[in-house]
């Protein structure tokens, strides 16, 4: 028996940010310039998400004013890869030994709890046929999705003739329920 090797899967390049070369000469300028940088009026003044994402990061790690000016970033943009970029510089800064707890990047993400909507359990009963047979069809919410489908067919005397329960979801719910009505629409 001949095995089939397992194709590897290649990581992807980190992505290089392109910057025109006035843009990597302004950069230039705000890193050399760092230690009398006004960092919120910097941070106003950065023209586009990926000016900013080169510029988190190129900033020397070791200066105790790039953390400052990334904070000032950060507040600024809210852009995706602009705080992915931060996130790689606060790992970075973690793995050198820096404890950095206003680069934390805040969760903005909340959690939403809501409650489960519970539908009201629905039965429904058909008409009498001539062998004094009706049908029945149930419908109980299960919490958090789907519901409780209930089928069958019942008689006054004998009680429950035939009856099939199964847990489905509501679209299907409501292809049963259409069946169900269709097929006692039909005979009456």
Do not use: C, W
């Not at 904070?71 to 404890?99: C, H, P, W, Y």
């Not at 680069?103 to 959690?111: F, G, R, S, Y």
Request: glycine share 6%; hydrophobic share 35%; net charge positive.
């Amino acid at each position: 028996m001949v095995r089939k090797k397992k194709k590897t899967k290649k990581k992807k390049p980190a992505e290089s940010i392109l910057l025109s070369q006035e843009e990597e000469t302004r950069l230039n300028k705000i890193i050399e310039k760092l230690p009398d940088l006004n960092m919120s009026q910097t941070a106003q003044e950065i023209p586009s998400p990926q000016f900013a994402q080169a510029l988190v990061g190129k900033l020397p790690l070791d200066h105790s004013r790039s953390v400052d000016l990334i904070v000032a970033i950060r507040d600024t943009f809210d852009q995706k890869n602009v705080q992915k970029e931060i996130k790689k510089v606060v790992f970075r800064l973690k793995q050198s030994g820096f404890s950095v707890p206003e680069l934390a990047v805040p969760n903005d993400t909340k959690t939403i709890i809501q409650k489960a909507s519970a539908d009201n359990p629905s039965a429904f009963l058909g008409p009498i046929d001539g062998f004094g047979h009706r049908g029945v069809f149930l419908a109980i919410p299960q919490i958090p999705h789907g519901m409780n489908a209930g089928m069958g067919v019942i008689n006054d005397e004998n009680g429950i003739i035939q009856f099939y329960y199964t847990r489905q979801s509501k679209k299907r719910l409501k292809e049963l329920k259409t069946l169900f009505f269709s097929n006692y629409h039909r005979v009456y």
